[in-house]
């Protein structure tokens, strides 16, 4: 049984001395140096691409910072002016010399408040719209040439 458990693998002990002395096709060596230099290539246009996304995001979230300090500081000064504006409005109430002239300067300042809460709203609007119009540009440029450059 041995000596034919030998002779049945004869064939593959002498396929594996050649196949070590097999020399390997020119085409076969281009094509796997040429497959090499592509997958190459590609992983370079991937993690260039994933420099533009990250710099998309970066750019993205600057100006959303940048954007809620602006709302943050408006927000502040409203507040200051409105308190500014109670102060002066007790102000101009004590010096009232009539309930009338007191009546008077009430209607005067409820109606300047109102004045600036249109103004106000009106300007948010404004601001909000303006806001959300850029950002979907943002968005848009910013994904344009994220998808341009890696497509």
Known sequence: MT?????????????????QNLE??????EFVKKTA???????AEVFAGSERVTAAVENAVTESVTEAGKISRNIQQAIYEDA????????????AKSVSEAVEIQSSMLRARGEVFVS?????????????????????????KVYNKTA
Do not use: C, H, M, W
Request: glycine content about 6%.
């Open 37 to 43: 230099n592509t997958a190459k290539d590609r992983a």
């Open 120 to 144: 106000r709203a009106k300007a948010t609007a404004d601001y909000l719209g303006k806001l959300a119009a850029n950002g979907a540009k943002s968005a848009q440029d910013n994904f344009a």
């Open 24 to 29: 390997v096709p020119e085409a076969a060596r």
């Open 84 to 95: 500014e504006a109670f102060f002066s409005g007790i102000d101009k109430l004590a010096s």
């Open 3 to 19: 000596t034919e458990t030998n002779t049945a693998f004869e064939g593959f002990k002498d396929a594996f001395k050649n196949i």
